[in-house]
């Protein structure tokens, strides 16, 4: 079986949401004797860093007495639990919240003030200057900064070397190299998901945006997605599907689809972070050895990434509330938060600049996933500031849908962004 038909098995198959019992509804009175905390957090794809976090909570248990009971849950699913836990009242006393959704879940009267919290450890080692500004809204600290998430690119080096060719470093050279690999073998040239329910679409879109000068919103944080920058943007991803670069059946991945294609050698090329990396480094070290990783590509705007960062909320509701605290402090312990981080095997990086300098992202393999969020990291909302709408809109896979009407529907370009830019519009104005 060809790697192109192999990959068209691949995407046939749609991971099914897992099942999910929510907490017991958190009360408004005090609680007596040792707490139950009930916590939400993300799922890695390194296990490894899976389990290390759970350690810790086991740690805290036997330090302090009280129980946690741990959820995981996937990234194309946390935050609509989280909405239902709202509605529901049930929301965890401590969850993990990608930062772009915290002034929602704040005007939601879902998160209590941490400033004490975040005092406390920006003493012993202070945060990142972007961080420290995700995670206040108003003047309140409402969530903890927990990690950034520069992405790369990753190619086959064997076969670029086959070809003569080199790694691409602006987006042109991109479509030119993806091509021809495309047309050159049975593996595609370039792939990642584009559409529901994977954020590696909405990230990949943001970045075309940047990279070419548009936005979803403007520096005042007004919707501001219609734009001749954004069309050219637009045009570019569509044509690589249109023209057999990237697979029509993207539009259907989840957020492991691309890591899945690049791991069965189905795909020359993919924008990822460094979760690749780590199952290469630990299960595939012959594919490892003909891979490099480079930044991503820049336009005519700059380079640039998404560093979707994620913080960690209390609800305000908690009848726990100093046991909730006191955990947020144990797992952000620098030491405790760099085995966590290091366990990630660069997949996510560190929000305290101090530990920028540890040697482990010296690797070569990892150098480009820290610098890319060092030097070039943007987030929701950009070039203005976070807020509930930017956090709403990529959340709810706004860009993936308008490049859908595209990719699917047959949607000239120009039509498309008419309707992303009234859906943008629409999310805007209710959260004013």
Request: hydrophobic share 40%; charged share 25%.
């Amino acid at each position: 079986m060809s790697a192109k038909r192999a990959l068209i098995v691949l995407l046939l198959a749609v991971l099914l949401p897992s099942a999910f019992n929510v907490a017991a509804s958190p009360q408004q009175e005090k609680a007596e004797g040792p707490a139950v905390l009930e916590v939400w957090k993300w799922k890695s794809f390194v296990q490894t860093q899976n389990e290390y976090l759970e350690k810790q909570f086991r740690n805290f248990e036997v330090a302090t007495g009280h129980k946690v009971n741990s959820t995981f849950l996937p990234a194309e699913e946390i935050y609509r639990k989280q909405l239902a836990a709202v509605e529901a009242r049930t929301f965890p006393d401590v969850s993990e919240i990608w930062a772009q959704n915290l002034d929602q879940f704040n005007q939601m009267g879902v998160l209590v003030e941490l400033t004490d919290v975040f005092n406390e450890l920006n003493r012993k080692s202070p945060f990142s200057d972007l961080m420290a500004t995700m995670v206040k809204y108003q003047g309140k600290i409402v969530g903890i900064p927990l990690t950034t998430g520069g992405e790369a690119h990753f190619w086959r080096k064997d076969i670029l070397d086959d070809m003569g060719l080199t790694a691409p470093d602006t987006w042109t050279e991109l479509k030119s190299t993806a091509k021809k690999i495309t047309l050159a073998g049975d593996v595609y040239g370039f792939a990642t998901a584009l559409g529901r329910p994977a954020t590696d679409g909405e990230k990949l879109l943001e970045v075309a945006l940047w990279c070419n000068g548009a936005s979803v919103m403007d520096k005042d944080g007004k919707p501001a997605l219609k734009s001749a920058e954004a069309k050219t943007a637009f045009e570019f991803v569509a044509g690589m599907v249109r023209e057999g670069i990237m697979p029509e059946g993207i539009t259907s991945w989840d957020d492991g689809a691309n890591n899945r294609a690049y791991q069965t050698r189905s795909v020359a090329g993919v924008q990822n972070s460094a979760s690749v990396y780590n199952y290469m480094n630990t299960q595939d070290k012959e594919l490892l050895n003909d891979t490099v990783i480079i930044p991503i590509p820049k336009g005519p705007a700059g380079r640039f990434t998404d560093t979707v960062p994620h913080a960690v909320g209390v609800n305000k509701s908690t009848k726990n509330l100093k046991a909730a605290k006191d955990l947020v402090l144990y797992i952000m312990d620098l030491d405790r938060y760099n085995g966590w981080i290091k366990e990630a095997g660069g997949q996510i990086q560190p929000v305290y600049p101090a530990l920028v300098s540890d040697p482990f992202w010296s690797d070569p393999y990892r150098k480009p996933f820290i610098e890319m969020g060092a030097r070039y990291g943007a987030y929701q909302g950009y070039p203005g500031p976070g807020s509930a709408a930017a956090g709403e809109i990529f959340s709810t896979y706004v860009l993936s849908d308008t490049i859908q009407k595209v990719i699917i529907d047959g949607w000239s370009v120009d039509r498309a962004l008419d309707w992303g830019m009234e859906k943008v519009t629409e999310i805007y104005e209710r959260w004013q």
